[in-house]
């Protein structure tokens, strides 16, 4: 029994038996599976595991040509206060594990929890659970949410808690770590809910829509390069029974997005009309199909 004490003892006292050297060497986003093999599942469906290998990304940054593109897709180390370097190693996995989470100067990977993991050495750093973290590639939306003084993070819509469970599914580890609080990796871009956009009709000397975003914290679509869209259509039923149709293409690129609480009017080319159907549908960037947000009836 005593020598099986002093048997742990010394393996914990000489943490470096556990140390895996090419932990901090940079390896592929697959390495990290071996042990966060959850993290890695949710991450592997998510964005940023595309951002390289994007066939949109692809044919518009010319087969990789565009060098100004490239660093964002597939960055060396994500530090908020500046637009990333490009990686030179494994592109194709896009923003990668290490790149959000391993740091050159401490040689260690940095994460929101304190922990003692014995494979690599990590480091508490407060920061990954702020909004700011995002904010050296995600530059105009950062922007938009600052400006809106919402309290919430990017991270509690867009990396939701999953509660507390274990962050390494492998042997020995999973033993001796206790769970911690884990976050959504798959990062989900979400959709509006009905409520977060309000509809209006307003008669002035002419008809006018009234939309105003009151639940995004940021303009609705949101972009820094992609290009998503909102569609607002308004059909509008005549008292002659006739019916007649306009459709409202808001982007970033066309700077018509809606801004957090900053309502945005569509003039109607109507005079008279016996009711009004509205209908919100967003397209995000990735995504061919366009999904409905809201569909109102107005009179
Ligand atoms: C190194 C740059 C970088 C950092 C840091 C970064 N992102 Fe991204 N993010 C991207 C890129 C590039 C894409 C687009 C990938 C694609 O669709 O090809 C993206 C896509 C997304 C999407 C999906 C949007 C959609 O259209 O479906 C969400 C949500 C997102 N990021 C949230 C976050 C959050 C939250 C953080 C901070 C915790 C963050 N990102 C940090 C580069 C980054
Ligand atoms: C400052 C960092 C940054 C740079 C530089 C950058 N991007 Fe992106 N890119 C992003 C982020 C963040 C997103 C996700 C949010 C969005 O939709 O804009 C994204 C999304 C995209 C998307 C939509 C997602 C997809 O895969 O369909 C495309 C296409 C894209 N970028 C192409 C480009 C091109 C082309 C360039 C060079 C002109 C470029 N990017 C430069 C950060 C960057
Ligand atoms: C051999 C197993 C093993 C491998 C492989 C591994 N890790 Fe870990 N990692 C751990 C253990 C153990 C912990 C501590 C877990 C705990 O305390 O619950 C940890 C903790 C972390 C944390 C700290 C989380 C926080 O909140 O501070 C981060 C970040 C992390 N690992 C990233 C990575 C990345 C990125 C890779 C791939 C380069 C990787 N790990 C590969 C075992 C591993
Ligand atoms: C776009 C940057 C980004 C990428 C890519 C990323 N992470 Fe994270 N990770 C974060 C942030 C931010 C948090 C903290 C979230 C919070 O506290 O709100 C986090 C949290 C963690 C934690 C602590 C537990 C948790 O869920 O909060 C571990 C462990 C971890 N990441 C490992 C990984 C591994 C392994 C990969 C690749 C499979 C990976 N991360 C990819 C940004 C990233
Ligand atoms: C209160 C929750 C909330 C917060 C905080 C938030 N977002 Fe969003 N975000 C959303 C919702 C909901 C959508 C989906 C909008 C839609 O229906 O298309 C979205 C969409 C996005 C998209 C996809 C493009 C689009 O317009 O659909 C990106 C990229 C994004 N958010 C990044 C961020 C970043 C970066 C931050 C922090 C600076 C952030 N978000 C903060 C809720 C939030």
Redesign the pocket.
């Known amino acids: 029994m005593k020598v099986l004490f002093l048997l742990v003892l010394l393996l914990f006292s000489c943490g470096d038996i556990f140390l895996e050297e090419d932990l901090i060497q940079r390896p592929q986003a697959k390495r990290c599976s071996e042990c966060h093999g959850e993290i890695f599942k949710e991450w592997e469906k998510s964005r940023h595991a595309m951002a390289w290998k994007s066939e949109k990304f692809k044919l518009e940054s010319e087969n990789y040509t565009k060098t100004k593109c490239l660093s964002c897709h597939a960055p060396h180390q994500v530090d908020p206060e500046i637009k990333p370097a490009l990686r030179v190693e494994f592109k194709e996995d896009g923003v990668s594990c290490v790149a959000c989470h391993f740091k050159e100067e401490t040689k260690a990977m940095h994460g929101p929890h304190k922990v003692w993991s014995p494979p690599h050495p990590s480091r508490q750093d407060l920061n990954y659970a702020k ?1 700011f973290f ?2 050296g590639c ?1 530059q105009e ?2 922007k938009e ?1 600052h400006l809106t003084k ?1 309290q ?3 991270q ?3 990396m939701p808690s999953l509660g507390d469970k274990r962050l390494v599914q492998k042997f020995p580890f999973e033993y001796f770590h206790s769970k911690k609080q884990r976050h959504d990796h798959s990062f989900p ?4 809910r009905p409520e ?1 956009l309000l509809v209006e009709l307003e008669r002035g000397e002419k008809l006018s829509l009234k939309i105003t975003n009151v ?9 820094d390069q ?1 290009d ?1 869209k909102l569609y607002i259509t308004v059909e509008a039923i005549l008292p002659t029974g006739e019916k007649s149709k306009i459709v409202r293409v808001l982007s970033y690129q066309a700077k018509n997005a809606l801004v957090y609480k900053v309502p945005t009017y569509i003039d109607l080319p109507w005079q008279e009309i016996s009711h009004l159907e509205v209908s919100v549908q ?1 397209k ?2 990735w995504k061919e199909e366009r999904e409905e ?1 809201v569909r109102h009836i107005l009179r």
């Open positions: 909004s995002c904010a995600h939306t950062y949410w919402v919430r993070s990017c509690d819509c867009h871009p979400g959709k509006a977060d639940g995004v914290p940021h303009n609705l679509p949101t972009a992609g998503p967003r995000l960037s947000i």
